[in-house]
């Protein structure tokens, strides 16, 4: 028998039978899924990590020494952010955490989507469909569907007091976050020089007027929603990963967990991922194509 018979099924009309019998399904989201939306990955070709260093620009030890230079980064992401918008793939994943739409293709099941990326883009995808889509709009903001959006990663437009005991946390869309990091984005995305600039003209806590960071999860930081998360996984019988490298723990080990309880694991990745011929299905493409069809919303 041949590498490729041992390999994962490439065979939809399969996996669409799989997907009709699973009760407990899961999404594991990473950056490849927003990259049709001119958002940067990072470790593909291009990525953000191949061009800076991520020990310098996502650590609280490298805000605490640079706060200026990281914000500066951040603020480049922020303006990526806020001029993307959702693509096809987002969109799937949003109509599929509908119940009323889900039920068609996968009857009595439960849905969880926990995903890496903290560009806001797969909640913006819901509001969008609550817009295109009145009479759904209720059944989206209702908590079963919002709760089920696990933002593991943080949120790009938190801004969060650095002072412990403040700690207040706000959602800041504004461009620029503050005055002086206008412009800067250019250092980032046409490596224009880096300005200097004063910590007490970076953006301020509204509440106490310390210094604020980004509302993201930096390498060395806990995770959000570990337990609830960890319980899915463990209660899973159908896991989606859409668009990571898998490298990022504990993201990463979350498929084969999965799979190590019987559950069954469908990969959707522009390219070859880390494990991946572990799965048990394999649909290779850009997964703004791939996912709409086979989630049946195409």
Known sequence: MSEEEHGPSTDMPSFTAT???SKRIIAVAGAGLSAASGIPTFRGAGGLWRRYDAMGLATPEAFHAKPSRVWQFYHYRREKALAAQPNPGHLALAMFSIPSIRQKMAP???FSLIT???DGLSRKALEQIADAHPELADEIHSPVVQDSMLEMHGRLFDVVCT???CGHREYNTNSPVCPALAGTEKVFSENEP???IDEEDLPRCSKCDSLARPGVVWFGET????DKIDRL?????LCIVVGTSSTVYPAAGYAYEVQERGGKVAVFNLDR???DQEADYLFLGPAEVTLPKALGLQ
């Open 116 to 118: 890496q990326n903290v």
């Open 233 to 237: 996984v463990s209660e899973a019988d």
């Open 223 to 226: 995770p959000w929603y570990l």
């Open 273 to 275: 991922s880390e494990g």
């Open 163 to 165: 002072n412990r005991a």
């Open 19 to 21: 997907l009709k019998s």
């Open 194 to 196: 880096e300005p200097r």
């Open 108 to 110: 009595g099941s439960s």
